[in-house]
């Protein structure tokens, strides 16, 4: 059974990076057919799609972080992360790692969530 | 803002049936799917694809589209359904590879 599991600092100063890694374990991350990326929800809000890596390289993210994210991959450690510069109360919020699958006919899902981390924008 | 529109909230009584729309561009391109999120939860996946369940998902959770929009129906609601519900899909413009709805509260009452 696959499993995602989130970890980094649950507090972050302003304008410093936020960096999150997600361990995957129970299958490879470089398997085809699959992007691994990241979902945030600010508390009491809704679901942000923000980004995701495919097949360790093409990488797409929400326009509305692209100047600030960056996503990627060590397959080495069947691990990948996320890294968001320059940030401010916005993006405190929980942050889900999450495998997306995409089937034969195009259609796509994210069928595996970590259980989140919350992240703290505050000095 | 979002690309997909969701109703804020949905209220059904129990044993009844309820539909939860999502409504935008890119459903005319791409099927939406559908998560189920508890308070504390991590989402969970209900529905994907024309109308498909993952393992352990029960059969009162189904799907439906038409033109731009996708529907999730609950056909005898439960008080375990009371939940957040989202939708998400690809989108056809580049500028958003994948997006939510807004979310629906759905209150069994």
């Known amino acids: 059974q696959l499993q995602l599991q989130e970890s980094g600092p649950g507090l972050v100063n302003p304008s410093e990076t936020l960096s999150l890694t997600c361990t995957v374990s129970g299958g490879s991350i470089t398997t085809t057919r699959h992007y691994w990326g990241w979902i945030r929800q600010p508390p009491g809000k809704g679901l942000e799609w923000m980004g995701n890596i495919y097949y360790g390289e093409t990488t797409y993210y929400d326009p509305s972080l692209r100047s600030r994210i960056t996503i990627s991959v060590d397959t080495s450690k069947n691990q990948f992360s996320l890294k968001l510069n320059s940030v401010t109360a916005a993006d405190t919020a929980a942050y889900y790692c999450v495998r997306t699958s995409s089937t034969s006919g195009g259609i796509t899902l994210i069928d595996y969530w970590g259980p989140g981390i919350s992240v703290t924008v505050s000095s | 803002s979002s690309e997909l529109t969701q109703d804020l909230a949905v209220s059904v009584a129990l044993g009844q049936t309820v539909t939860i729309t999502c409504q935008g561009d890119s459903l005319k391109t791409y099927y939406a799917s559908w998560y189920q999120q508890k308070p504390g939860q991590a989402p969970l996946l209900v529905i994907y694809g024309k109308n498909n369940r993952p393992s352990g998902i029960p059969d009162r959770f189904s799907g439906s589209n038409s033109g731009n929009t996708a529907s999730l129906t609950i056909t005898g609601a439960q008080a375990e359904d009371e939940a957040d519900y989202y939708c998400?899909?690809?989108?056809?413009?580049?500028?958003?590879?994948?997006?939510f709805g807004g979310g629906t509260k759905l209150t069994v009452l």
């Open positions: 998400n899909s690809r989108d056809s413009s580049a500028n958003h590879p994948w997006v």
